[in-house]
């Protein structure tokens, strides 16, 4: 098994978020509301998850990292999500998150949008992931189901995941229109949460709807770049980068502060029901965009297979 480094993160209540998060968003966004709600049932439209929330033991798992990716791939750091729920101590666990596909699984490099219930003593797992890759024949962004082709819970060199019992319960409700400032709506969300609670990490997961708009995403290629990538220059025009149109369902993770372990602070992937999916960056269009989103503050932080020799390269 990976090295496994547990960390207790600060729990503000859910109550207390909430003003945190009001402030915070009215400084980017125009229309800004946040509410403590009943998870909504995310077995339905738009979401069509196989568990009703995202509450009950709300962990997040940092796995591997980019460093396994660039400057040159690691094809041999390959994991499991049943292995990464007992890792975490949530066997069954439901995971939501941004990652990479098993290049030997798949055949070649892709984005994995994880939707996962790991394998519990009474059930088999359930995938319910997409994975999204650039398509040979014209170059564009192709989305599948990932149980449309294969029948494992795979992932490789990096995932960031939220992980909960997939139970439905209280949730923060983030709603955010038109946005007047530069940050995403991840990033100002954690930039808040890092403004408030100093060097105290908060990490929090859920799932996000653009439900009006535009947005800049990335897929990577299929094939692993062959020299070596050691600029966010030389990165990005390895990507493959797309404005992807409303409505996209995405999954972000986020720690507001990295506790000394080598975190990716936020990673979001999103997918949709029009063919479009991968790598969230920001909305295209901040006149109109519309943000809906319910999150959950998570209990602890599980850093796995944290790389020895690392960089800041293509964290974006
Ligand atoms: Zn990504």
Redesign the pocket.
């Known amino acids: 098994m990976a090295k496994v480094e547990k960390f207790a993160l600060h729990i503000p209540t859910l109550e207390e978020l909430v003003g945190v998060l009001q402030n915070g968003l009215k400084e980017n966004f125009a229309d800004v509301e946040v509410s403590v709600v009943d998870c909504p049932d995310l077995t339905q439209e738009p979401f069509k998850f196989p568990v009703k929330g995202i509450c009950g033991n709300p962990r997040i798992a940092d796995v591997g990292g980019v460093p396994y990716l660039l400057p040159l791939v690691q094809k041999d750091k390959v994991y499991d999500l049943n292995t990464v729920a007992k890792e975490i101590q949530l066997p069954g666990a439901f995971f939501l998150g ?3 596909v098993s290049s030997r699984v798949v055949g070649g490099n892709a ?1 994995l949008i994880p939707i996962v219930q790991a394998q519990s003593g009474k059930s088999p797992a359930v995938n319910g992931s997409y994975l999204a890759r650039i398509n040979p024949e014209d170059g564009g962004c192709l989305l599948e189901k990932y149980s449309s082709k294969y029948k494992d819970c795979e992932f490789g060199l ?1 995932a ?1 995941l939220y992980a909960s019992e997939g139970l439905p319960g209280k949730v923060i409700k983030v709603k955010a229109n038109r946005r007047t400032g530069d940050q995403n709506f991840i990033s100002c969300i954690r930039k808040t949460l890092e403004k408030c609670y100093g060097d105290k990490p908060v990490g929090m997961g859920g799932t996000f709807v653009i439900q009006k708009g535009k947005a800049k995403f ?1 897929v ?1 290629p299929s094939e692993f770049s062959e020299c070596p990538l050691k600029t966010d220059a030389e990165v990005n025009n390895w990507l493959k980068f797309f404005e992807m149109k409303a409505p996209l369902i995405c999954q972000p993770v986020l720690v507001s502060t990295d506790p000394g372990v080598d975190l990716r602070l936020e ?3 999103g997918f949709s029901h029009h063919g479009e999916g ?3 960056h920001e909305d295209t269009t901040p006149e109109t965009v519309e943000y809906l989103g319910y999150f959950v503050p998570a209990e602890f932080l599980f850093r796995i297979d944290r790389p020895k020799h690392t960089h800041l390269v293509g964290r974006d």
């Open positions: 941004a990652g990479a984005e990096l960031n990335h990577m990673h979001t992937h991968g790598h969230y």
